[in-house]
């Protein structure tokens, strides 16, 4: 919903400004999608089998990562259950309601109902061996606070010890600077626990918490991620129950280790920033690895 210049989304109660960059944001993935539509007419991404997937609650749109990967693995999106072969849970919220599939569909997420961050830290530690979350009243020195929310952008940097807040949780301050002192978020699109790409979304400092990239790179997994680290990434998916989903990742320049600071099972994408061969590259990527998965699944 849009009102007073500014973008409300009523699932989430996110609230964005419609700056000039959101606009040049939306006209960059209005070409992206135009590109993908004509190689969709054209019969780019036809396959000789077709699953019919059914999102509840909600129904994904062409903007969220899922829609163009499913659409370029060949599959098509139905409105009721009864004419399709999966069922995908797909809702916004960092908590989900727990619902059941439709008997007989294959289920996709719908385990997944928890990705509040402090939930993910847990789960993080859990299958990396060592911990992301302090406690403010212990620690000392810089630390980050962020909501508990999903897509809020709102982590800052403040100075333990202090007495932390019950709807916010506190991370070790990861040191992600780039030589060049450019700050890296990976955002990494993973099914069934395995990652599929890799995007750098490179940002200034004063942007580091926000969703404000001022460029994005295109990587394979491998040239990013060790093997050791790509084996954690599919236990923590696990832990959390997300067949599918983002992860955004930072590497610690001081140690070197990988940091999981975040998950979304609904994440936009690809980065709108990322040039477009690589967008319709990454596409192509993601929808091959889709169509391997429904097939696969679909004789479980």
Known sequence: MITKGTWVSKKTGIVVKVTPLVIQETLDWLLYFAVFSLFRVVGRYRRTTQ?????????????????????????????????????????????SPTIEAPSGLKAINFRCTDIQKSTVSAAFEKAFGYGLLVEPEKASGPIVEKSELNGTHDGQIRMAPFVGLPD??????????????????????????????????????????????????????????????????????????????????????????????????????????????DKMRATKIMGDAMAAYLAAKGTE
């Open 51 to 95: 699953p019919r997937v059914w999102f509840a609650p909600e129904r994904a749109r062409p903007w969220y990562l899922v829609w163009p990967t499913l659409i370029a693995a060949g599959a098509r999106i139905v409105d009721d259950p009864k004419d399709a072969d999966f069922a995908f849970q797909f809702d916004d919220a960092a908590l």
């Open 168 to 277: 916010r949780v506190y991370q070790k301050l990861i040191d992600n600077c780039a030589p060049d002192g450019m700050f890296e978020d990976l955002r990494t699109p993973t099914l069934g626990g395995v990652p599929l790409a890799v995007f750098i979304k490179r940002r200034p400092e004063v942007d580091r918490f926000s969703n404000d990239n001022a460029a994005c790179l295109l990587k394979r997994p491998d040239e990013v991620f060790s093997p050791d680290e790509i084996a954690a990434i599919g236990r923590f998916c696990a832990l959390l129950n997300m067949d599918w989903g983002g992860i955004d990742a930072l590497r610690d320049k001081t140690d070197g280790r990988l940091y999981i600071v975040d998950a979304n099972k609904t994440d936009m994408g690809p980065p709108t920033i990322l040039p477009l061969p």
